[in-house]
């Protein structure tokens, strides 16, 4: 029985989940003697041919001994079984394995390290076999069981090849960084044997950019493991590791979805978001299809990207953006005369209200209170908008650019609603809540907090701004950030 488990540490933890992948397993428990004989020869038949011998150089560099030029083919047979098979030598009790704490190996890995140790050509981005600097009491290399070593050399079957370094996923949550592993590891195992049949040097890259895979294996796994959508699911967060620990371009990328952007696209793909979490996935890559049509006379052929999965990488820091370019924007745009549906009006648009409330919540923590608040304060603005075609309050409250404007807009509107018998669009309470600290000092997200009022706004007002399109046709040109996704200079 193995006496393997999952540690927190992100080498150890996706090595372990691709060896559990590799035999159909999920519990580390169950893994037997048989199961690791089973990975160790694969290892032993596949690692110092081609494609692996070339692309495994990313995580072990070219002196290991399967890519070593230098080394004699028995010599490399030797120093290959002693690395799938380091799980069956003796052990050291007094030297203690620093991934997993289990005595480390009673045996040598290289000529220049001391028994049970490891170093760069075992263990990506650690110093080398000589190095004495930041290793513990000066001496090369860390301490290693050889059952650790053997999930460390099938770690890069388990991460996805994407710009010619290693993606390496890690969750929170075990099973989650199981569903990576075993994603990527079929997809490299298909790309293997597909390279060996064809005599293919190099393998294959992944289809996609760093992000759009990283979100799109999300989606699959939560689609393929429904416990994960449960609404009492355990959140979890994922940081992604792109490294390459090639003696050429040693480096690494650190990407990470915090608990609540997982949450938030967890919940998304709930039956009554997922319509139009679908709709908005769907236009950013067209989006993105047609910018790469614009460039096709480049001779590099460009990885698949949907910048709505790229950019929910840089959340939570670019919130605002990320709902005014996914969000507001593409509703100005449904409602504008430049896209129209099949009758040559207007398509109508999405009613993403719903799905921004749950970005709200789940993404930017925004008080319910307030996010209620903003609600209501639109809803009344539509009803008394429609009732009184005030077109010019439309355009104020839409060009408004500095919080003085916006003030002033909803007090005369505030006014004349109640002289003609409307109830009090705004009252003080929602007011502050929504838009002042007090003593006409605005919140510092007032323009965040403005641009929600207005896409609910707008969603109320489709059909009336359908009739009005001409109030919408010049947002394109006057407001180019909202299309291009840059970031709004004037944000306080």
């Known amino acids: 029985m193995s006496t393997l488990h999952w540690t927190?540490?992100?080498?150890?933890?996706?090595?372990?989940?691709?060896?559990?992948?590799?035999?159909?397993?999920?519990?580390?428990?169950?893994?037997?003697?048989?199961?690791?004989?089973?990975?160790?020869?694969?290892?032993?038949?596949?690692?110092?041919?081609?494609?692996?011998?070339?692309?495994?150089?990313?995580?072990?560099?070219?002196?290991?001994?399967?890519?070593s030029a230098s080394m004699e083919e028995s010599r490399r047979r030797e120093r290959g079984h002693k690395h799938a098979y380091a799980w069956r030598a003796p052990s050291l009790p007094d030297l203690r394995c620093v991934f997993t704490g289990l005595p480390a190996l009673d045996d040598v890995l290289s000529d220049r390290l001391t028994k049970g140790r490891a170093a760069r050509v075992q263990i990506p981005l650690v110093q080398g076999d000589e190095n004495i600097n930041f290793y513990p009491g000066g001496v090369p290399g860390l301490p290693i069981s050889g059952q650790a070593l053997l999930c460390l050399q099938i770690l890069p079957l388990g991460c996805a090849k994407v710009a010619g370094r290693l993606l390496l996923v890690h969750a929170s949550l075990p099973e989650v960084t199981l569903g990576f592993a075993r994603a990527f590891l079929a997809e490299?195992?298909?790309?293997?044997?597909?390279?060996?049949?064809?005599?293919?040097?190099?393998?294959?890259?992944?289809?996609?950019?760093?992000?759009?895979?990283?979100?799109?294996?999300?989606?699959?796994?939560?689609?393929?493991a429904s416990y994960l959508t449960d609404p009492n699911a355990e959140p979890f967060s994922i940081t992604a590791y792109h490294l390459s620990n090639s003696g050429q371009g040693p480096g690494i990328d650190v990407y990470h979805l915090p608990l609540g952007v997982t949450g938030f696209i967890r919940r998304a793909l709930a039956a009554r978001f997922r319509p139009v979490w679908s709709q908005v996935v769907r236009a950013a890559r067209r989006r993105a299809e047609a910018n790469a049509a614009a460039r096709k006379g480049k001779s590099t052929p460009t990885p698949e990207r949907n910048p709505f999965y790229e950019d929910l990488l840089r959340l939570p820091e670019e919130a605002r953006r990320f709902l005014r370019r996914y969000f507001l924007a593409p509703t100005i745009q449904r409602l504008s005369a430049a896209q129209t549906g099949d009758s040559g009006e207007p398509a109508a648009?999405?009613?993403?209200?719903?799905?921004?409330?749950?970005?709200?919540?789940?993404?930017?923590?925004?008080?319910?209170?307030?996010?209620?608040?903003?609600?209501?304060?639109?809803?009344?603005?539509?009803?008394?908008?429609?009732?009184?075609?005030?077109?010019?309050?439309?355009?104020?409250?839409?060009?408004?650019?500095?919080?003085?404007?916006?003030?002033?807009?909803?007090?005369?509107?505030?006014?004349?609603?109640?002289?003609?018998?409307?109830?009090?669009?705004?009252?003080?309470?929602?007011?502050?809540?929504?838009?002042?600290?007090?003593?006409?000092?605005?919140?510092?997200?007032?323009?965040?907090?403005h641009d929600l009022m207005l896409l609910r706004l707008m969603e109320q007002l489709a059909d009336w701004l359908r009739a009005n399109r001409e109030l919408l046709e010049a947002v394109a040109v006057e407001s180019p950030d909202l299309f291009e996704g840059a970031v709004d200079q004037n944000q306080p």
């Open 8 to 67: 927190g540490d992100p080498y150890l933890d996706v090595g372990l989940a691709t060896l559990l992948a590799f035999r159909d397993k999920s519990d580390p428990a169950a893994l037997t003697d048989a199961d690791f004989d089973d990975v160790a020869q694969w290892i032993l038949d596949n690692y110092a041919r081609d494609p692996l011998k070339s692309f495994l150089t990313v995580a072990f560099t070219s002196n290991s001994w399967f890519a």
């Open 188 to 224: 490299n195992r298909r790309n293997v044997q597909l390279a060996q049949r064809a005599n293919e040097k190099k393998l294959a890259e992944s289809r996609a950019s760093l992000g759009t895979l990283l979100v799109e294996t999300l989606v699959n796994l939560f689609d393929e």
């Open 349 to 449: 648009p999405l009613p993403i209200w719903g799905l921004v409330e749950l970005f709200l919540h789940e993404v930017m923590n925004m008080d319910k209170i307030r996010i209620q608040h903003i609600r209501e304060l639109a809803d009344r603005l539509a009803d008394y908008i429609k009732g009184e075609n005030d077109r010019r309050l439309f355009q104020t409250l839409y060009a408004a650019t500095r919080y003085t404007d916006v003030r002033s807009a909803l007090i005369k509107a505030n006014l004349a609603a109640l002289r003609q018998g409307y109830p009090p669009l705004i009252t003080f309470e929602q007011f502050i809540v929504v838009y002042e600290i007090g003593e006409e000092v605005p919140l510092q997200d007032w323009r965040l907090a």
